[in-house]
């Protein structure tokens, strides 16, 4: 029995909260066949797989509560990540110890509707405007996979959704992809310094887990991937953190260890010269130099964001 096998087993083992999806193969075909019918011929819908738990089996935290920074220290390791976001002046944070077990935040951030995603399979923390049509909507966790990513549904269509890039690809909203808000993940103790102001998700979220524990262990710095991705790169370890950007239909990511160790970063992307800066608490700015505007960029593993990009140029420092 392989390395890879037994650490998959493991961590189905540490989510056995959750009520596994038993309904039969040929069931789940027709499901994803109904779904199918208003797919686009661009996403190949075979190629999305179960995750293991059913859907809302890894279920979404809707009525966020929030406790102050000193507070979240008392629970929240010096060492630990977080997802922060700064929007129309107010700070949020979202551990990932508390995100890996629910992967989704249905907010309101200012007012506005906000889903903050995370996807501990493919290190990448995302966050949306959930407003579709006009309407505010909900987003919860369809049990499914695409490139070993989350695969969000929303409660208005039930229509699926990747996380990486927010694109819905099934369902009747097919080709509609959200707008994505700017998020950083960043350390604890750098955070806490110098945002003390900020709102931290409270471990009180209704549901009885073991924050603080990482169901999936030694999965990050290991090579491995537990599913399968359609394009595959081993420049460089699949695990590598790198930010991910697009200009004009132009894909280009960077290391993490580069953009620490050499901001300010400048580069020209699609004709577009932009440059790359990292402050004291981790915030990562990716702007446009002529203009000052904002690129919002993804942060994600090598292996998820090539897999969705292949296109993609990597930063040669």
């Known amino acids: 029995m392989n390395k890879k096998y037994l650490i998959a087993i493991g961590i189905i083992l540490l989510l056995g909260l959750f009520i596994f999806d038993m309904t039969s193969k040929s069931q789940e075909s027709e499901k994803l066949e109904d779904k199918n019918s208003q797919n686009s011929n661009e996403f190949d819908i075979s190629k999305i797989v179960s995750g293991g738990p059913p859907k809302d089996g890894i279920p979404s935290i809707d009525d966020p509560k929030f406790v102050s920074m000193g507070e979240a220290d008392n629970w929240i390791e010096d060492n630990e990540l977080v997802l922060a976001i700064i929007y129309k002046g107010e700070k949020r944070v979202y551990p990932l110890q508390i995100l890996v077990w629910h992967e989704i935040v249905n907010d309101f951030i200012a007012g506005d509707p906000i889903v903050i995603t995370y996807c501990p399979l493919c290190g990448s923390g995302i966050a949306y405007e959930r407003i579709i049509n006009g309407e505010i909507v909900e987003f919860g966790t369809s049990g499914k996979l695409y490139n070993s990513n989350l695969i969000m549904y929303d409660r208005l269509t039930e229509s699926y959704w990747t996380q990486i890039d927010g694109i819905a690809v099934t369902g009747q909203l097919t080709g509609t992809e959200l707008k994505e808000i700017s998020i950083d993940t960043v350390v604890w103790r750098d955070w806490k310094v110098t945002h003390s102001d900020s709102q931290v998700l409270s471990q009180e979220t209704g549901f009885n887990r073991n924050y603080g524990n990482d169901p999936y262990g030694s999965y990050y710095e290991n090579s491995f991937t537990l599913f399968p991705v359609e394009n595959e790169d081993d420049s460089v370890h699949p695990k590598t953190v790198i ?27 699609a004709e577009i010269k932009i440059k790359i800066t990292r402050d004291e608490s981790g915030i990562v700015k990716i702007i446009k130099v002529d203009s000052d505007e904002e690129i919002v960029k993804e942060r994600d593993f090598w292996f998820a964001w090539y897999a969705f990009h292949p296109e993609t140029q990597l930063y040669q420092a």
Not at 249 to 267: F, H, M, N, R, W
């Open 243 to 269: 930010f991910g950007i697009e200009i004009d239909g132009t894909y280009k990511a960077y290391k993490e260890e580069d953009v620490i160790a050499l901001q300010p970063i400048t580069d020209t992307v």
